[in-house]
């Protein structure tokens, strides 16, 4: 059940302006995000519908995923996407001490700069500067400002699709996507287990809908 609006107020984001909540460029851009991977299920996928709209984006990613399928977030590399840290375990700031938040988002990011080296990709674009996104969007002022002193952008979102969300028909996300988003929009996908059936369908069509307006798809 949705619980937060589809598209950040922009009181919002002028409360809390730490946070990148779009990217407006005036060239009909859009910046397509994709939290909780890498997953064996659907990124792959994933990966290869961006590919037939030469579209790239940016994949949050958690790091024990990455531990569990590192030839996927491999791929996602290889296929030049943009990685973010999304925390070792998708831990909920509001409930996390800030020392346990920021000791497992270090866990996660030494697991992406390992997974990296080995590819020889530790200091391209693709990493940095360095990209977190808390899990549910819930962070303490605390964490927020030990990841600024670690020189973290922390990324929020202009658009969510809630493609999770059982309550939602495949039919009503994709009508979140494209009723919502605009030229500077991030927009918020999962692949993840959860989301599969939304996201499958909505992902394509999204890309073909805006594609047709004009615009392309690109990383933060």
């Known amino acids: 059940m949705k619980v937060a609006p589809i598209k950040t107020p922009e009181v919002v984001k002028r409360m809390f302006p730490n946070y990148v909540w779009d990217m407006p460029s005036g060239e009909k851009t859009i910046y397509l995000t994709f939290d909780d991977g890498p997953t064996p299920e659907i990124t792959e996928w994933t990966l290869d519908i961006l590919k037939q709209?030469?579209?790239?984006?940016?994949?949050?990613c958690i790091g024990d995923n990455i531990k569990k399928y590192p030839e996927i977030f491999h791929?996602?590399?290889?296929?030049?996407h943009r990685i973010g840290n999304?925390?070792?375990n998708h831990l909920k700031g509001w409930k996390s001490e800030t020392e346990d938040y920021l000791?497992?988002?270090?866990k996660a990011q030494q697991i992406i700069d390992t997974e990296s080296d080995q590819l020889g990709l530790s200091k391209?674009?693709?990493?940095?500067?360095?990209l977190f996104r808390p899990p549910y969007g819930k962070i303490k002022p605390s964490q927020t400002e030990g990841l600024l002193a670690q020189d973290y952008k922390i990324i929020m979102w202009d658009v969510i699709s809630y493609d999770w969300d059982k309550d939602i028909s495949k039919?009503?996300?994709?009508?979140?996507?494209?009723?919502?988003?605009?030229?500077g929009s991030i927009v918020v996908f999962h692949d993840s287990v959860k989301a599969n059936k939304n996201m499958s369908y909505v992902l394509p069509k999204v890309l073909e809908h805006f594609k047709q307006l004009g615009y392309t798809f690109k990383s933060l």
């Open 86 to 88: 999304h925390t070792f």
């Open 124 to 130: 391209t674009s693709l990493l940095a500067p360095k």
């Open 53 to 60: 709209f030469d579209a790239k984006a940016t994949f949050f």
């Open 171 to 183: 039919e009503q996300c994709l009508e979140y996507v494209t009723s919502k988003a605009k030229d």
């Open 75 to 80: 791929k996602v590399l290889e296929e030049e």
């Open 103 to 106: 000791e497992n988002t270090l």
